[in-house]
């Protein structure tokens, strides 16, 4: 039975490079006439990788490594393969006494960089249920001489595979690195291959993703640009084949801990799909059909996804005769107020009214749910059953033709007035958009300004702050002293009225921002979102609505 090098190293795939070449950019690989188990000697330092016989525990501790000199690794050469022989003449292992070690210095190894590395000893040629020796993996500080990490059986693949060794680390920068082969039982020797791979080569397949995902990644993360980045990049075809959709979505699922929480969202949302993604709307009055990504999805296919989550360019469809425009101003103008909420020609005083009520109670809340992307977009944060969801949102509203505002204000009047003051609009727009992917609990899950049109203050509440809420009516199930302490918290606290009483309006909403006992009226101020109109009552009066108050809050 002979061999060949992809059984001997059946644990790990084999680049093409090295499968179909003796000799690779100065590595030597098994010859195809050689016998089994045969490997060719010497190695040689090459590709940035240099074995270091020499090395021992003084020369380790001193800070220099004998005469190795390596040359540095470029992310070009992964993965990267080294051949070599654990011999009786190697030095000893001052770690493992009794044993042999070959060490091999690793250069140019980038900080935050995921390696991945297996020692594979090759099958004894006598017997090919045996390895000819029981290999053993450690990763030692090339500074200070420290064992950092070590691997003895893998465990995985079936006998006697999973006796070979595999350990994963993360470059820190400024730590030099060896790598040092040696045996797990007092005296082995034989031949091994060693393989390095970083998570990107190991895991993805497109050599144009690999090479463009490791290279943002090179700072420690993934951010929304390079997210961005590394979608477009797969149009260069045109279309989406099957192996970059695949490389996406393990990218996804295996990096998260590189991404900010509302990039992962996003980038989820885009290659695994969200219930929104059937429709495109992008402002206009029809929904057209649009549908998650697949394999061989075209590249406008793909940039409405992206422009649908990290873009904003997927508007909702608004009221016919108004137009978009982009409106200039900030964000915020001095702060947070109550005061900045009005509501417009939608009937989404609900969400208003909690947006008005944590403007009061919890204004932190409204600055955090924000994302400035730098780029005349925001990523707004809303919360589904206290999970944090994210949609982006651009600068562009409808307008009448006289240039004002349709819906919730933004403070300063004309679209193009410098004075105003976006969070309102953001807010409600974000809403609206989010509505199509169908947790909100809207009659009209559609992404547009009358999806959004009645709802509930609970859910509004718990929406935008992840808390959560209760509910109960003011005239049978809370005391009056419950309240007051209600209004004195921080708590968000809505009311939802079904009477025209006292100045109220009926089928409204209005936060309960605030208590007077001082001028002996002892009156609740029921905030109105139209931002007039407002309202005070007192207890007696409250007690007077019969049933007709539905009083919300949420629990902290």
């Given amino acids: 039975m002979f061999l060949t090098s992809e059984k001997l190293e059946s644990n790990y795939r084999i680049s093409p490079d090295f499968a179909n070449s003796s000799s690779v950019g100065g590595l030597l690989s098994e010859a195809p006439e050689g016998n089994p188990g045969e490997i060719r000697d010497p190695l040689q330092p090459s590709m940035g990788i240099s074995r270091s016989s020499s090395v021992d525990a003084a020369s380790i501790a001193s ?49 935050n960089q995921e390696v991945t590395v297996n020692l594979n000893a090759h099958v004894d040629p006598a017997d090919f249920t045996r390895l000819q020796f029981d290999p053993y993996l450690q990763l030692v500080n090339a500074d200070s001489g420290q064992v950092i990490t070590y691997n003895d059986d893998s465990g995985s693949g079936s006998s006697p595979f999973h006796l070979n060794s595999k350990l994963t680390f993360t470059v ?45 990644a090179r700072d420690g993360q993934l951010s929304r640009n390079d997210a961005i980045a590394i979608f477009r990049n797969t149009k260069d075809g045109g279309v989406v084949d099957a192996t970059e959709l695949t490389d996406l979505r393990t990218l996804v699922s295996d990096r998260r801990s590189l991404m900010p929480d509302y990039v992962h969202n996003l980038s989820d949302k885009i290659v695994n799909g969200n219930l929104a993604n059937q429709w495109y709307t992008g402002g206009g009055q029809t929904h057209e059909p649009l549908g998650n990504l697949y394999a061989g999805s075209s590249a406008d296919h793909l940039e409405k996804l992206i422009g649908k989550w990290f873009l904003g360019t997927d508007r909702p469809a608004a009221d016919s005769g108004t137009t978009y425009q982009f409106v200039n101003g900030s964000l915020f103008q001095n702060g947070i107020s109550i005061d900045d909420v009005a509501q417009g020609a939608c009937g989404d005083c609900y969400y208003l009214a909690a947006l008005a009520a944590a403007a009061v109670d919890k204004p932190p809340l409204i600055q955090n749910m924000f994302i400035d992307n730098g780029d005349n977009t925001y990523t707004v944060r ?53 509505n199509e992917s169908g947790w909100l609990g809207r009659w009209d899950s559609t992404n547009s300004y009358s999806g959004i049109s009645l709802g509930y203050e609970w859910q509004a509440m718990a929406q935008i702050s992840g808390l959560t809420t209760t509910t109960r009516w003011s005239t049978n199930d809370m005391t009056q002293q419950e309240l007051i302490d209600l209004v004195n918290s921080d708590r968000l606290l809505e009311a939802g009225v079904f009477t025209n009483n006292y100045g109220l309006v009926s089928g409204h909403a209005y936060a309960i921002t605030s208590y007077n006992p001082s001028n002996g009226t002892f009156q609740f101020r029921f905030h109105n979102p139209w931002g007039f109109y407002h309202a005070d009552l007192t207890w007696e009066q409250l007690m007077n609505t019969a049933g007709s108050i539905r009083i919300s809050w949420t629990l902290s």
Avoid: M
């Fill in 382 to 434: 809303l919360y589904n059953n206290g999970v944090a969801d994210y949609v982006t949102v651009d600068r562009y509203f409808p307008t009448y033709s006289s240039g004002d505002r349709v819906y919730a204000s933004w403070g300063g009047g004309s679209y193009n007035e410098s004075d105003n003051e976006l969070w309102v609009a953001l807010a409600e727009k974000a809403y609206a958009q989010i």
């Fill in 63 to 111: 800070g220099t490594l004998g005469s190795a000199a390596p040359t540095n690794l470029t992310p070009d050469t992964w993965p990267f393969l080294v051949r070599g022989k654990l011999e009786s003449t190697d030095p000893s292992n001052p770690t493992r006494p009794g044993c042999f070690r070959d060490d091999y210095l690793l250069r140019g190894l980038l900080p």
């Fill in 172 to 216: 820190q920068e400024g730590t030099n690195y060896i790598l040092r082969v040696t045996s797990s039982g007092q005296g082995g020797t034989g031949n091994y291959t060693l393989r390095l791979v970083d998570w990107y080569g190991e895991h993805l397949s497109d050599g144009g993703i690999v090479n463009l995902a490791r290279d943002l």
